[in-house]
């Protein structure tokens, strides 16, 4: 099994920066894509970013230029640089880990942590 706690999340006024980590635990696997997902109130979950295993990241069009992934494999962490935040970008953001166990791939979820930028 995999646990993912992330932590990071916050009120910031629009203009700001927050910083959301991400960390893998367990035993017995390996760690392929990474990735953050948000939710918005009464909205869909998407995408947000991710970044492979080599990696390289792909973002939504939403937040190029603005929010910038990351990982260290040594700590099976991802990141989450959020910069010039906005009040659209409010949302509850979610860690998405896809994991290798026994050759097999599983995705796992983090519990989510709230952002909310608002003056």
């Known amino acids: 099994q995999v646990q993912l706690v992330e932590s990071g999340g916050g009120l910031v006024q629009p203009g700001g920066s927050l910083r959301l980590s991400c960390a893998a635990s367990g035993s017995g696997f390996s760690i392929n894509a990474m990735g953050w997902y948000r939710q918005a109130l009464g909205m869909r979950r998407e995408l947000v970013a991710t970044i492979t295993s080599g990696g390289s990241p792909n973002y939504a069009d939403s937040v190029k230029d603005r929010l910038t992934i990351s990982r260290d494999n040594n700590k099976n962490t991802v990141y989450l640089q959020m910069n010039s935040l906005k009040p659209e970008d409010t949302a509850v953001y979610y860690c998405?880990?896809?994991?290798?166990?026994?050759?097999?791939?599983?995705?796992?979820w983090g519990q989510g942590t709230q952002v909310t930028v608002s003056p």
């Open positions: 998405y880990v896809q994991a290798i166990i026994s050759l097999r791939p599983y995705g796992y």
